[in-house]
């Protein structure tokens, strides 16, 4: 059984910074793209960043210059540094990986950002 766990969610002020780690456990043979979607209220789940197993970076044009994706793949962990941080950016936070051909979700994790 695969699992996919957030963590670094907070509170937090505009401008300020949060770090988010999605780690990956259980049988895994191979991850390929990891990425971050997330889901405010009232509105659909939209990706924010998505990483391939190469590094190769995309990213949502409303985060470009404040966020960056990395990934540590020795220990199956992605990252989402959120710097510059608005209130619009306040969502839960989606970490996505597909692991041998399929597609897992974490639970989420709150980021609140207060004006």
């Given at each position: 059984?695969?699992?996919?766990?957030?963590?670094?969610?907070?509170?937090?002020?505009?401008?300020?910074?949060?770090?988010?780690?999605?780690?990956?456990?259980?049988?895994?043979?191979?991850?390929?793209?990891?990425?971050?979607?997330?889901?405010?209220p009232?509105?659909?789940?939209?990706?924010?960043?998505?990483?391939?197993?190469?590094?190769?970076?995309?990213?949502?044009?409303?985060?470009?210059?404040?966020?960056?994706?990395?990934?540590?793949?020795?220990?199956?962990?992605?990252?989402?540094?959120?710097?510059?941080?608005?209130?619009?950016?306040?969502?839960?936070?989606?970490?996505?990986?597909?692991?041998?051909?399929?597609?897992?979700?974490?639970?989420?994790?709150q980021v609140?950002?207060s004006?």
């Amino acid at each position: 059984q695969v699992q996919l766990v957030e963590s670094g969610g907070n509170l937090v002020q505009a401008g300020g910074s949060l770090r988010l780690s999605c780690a990956a456990s259980g049988t895994i043979r191979i991850i390929n793209a990891m990425a971050w979607y997330r889901q405010a209220p009232g509105k659909q789940r939209e990706l924010v960043a998505r990483i391939s197993n190469g590094g190769t970076t995309t990213y949502a044009d409303s985060v470009k210059g404040r966020f960056t994706i990395s990934r540590d793949n020795a220990k199956n962990t992605v990252y989402l540094q959120m710097d510059s941080l608005k209130p619009e950016d306040t969502a839960v936070y989606y970490c996505n990986a597909i692991v041998d051909f399929n597609s897992r979700w974490g639970q989420g994790t709150q980021v609140t950002v207060s004006s």
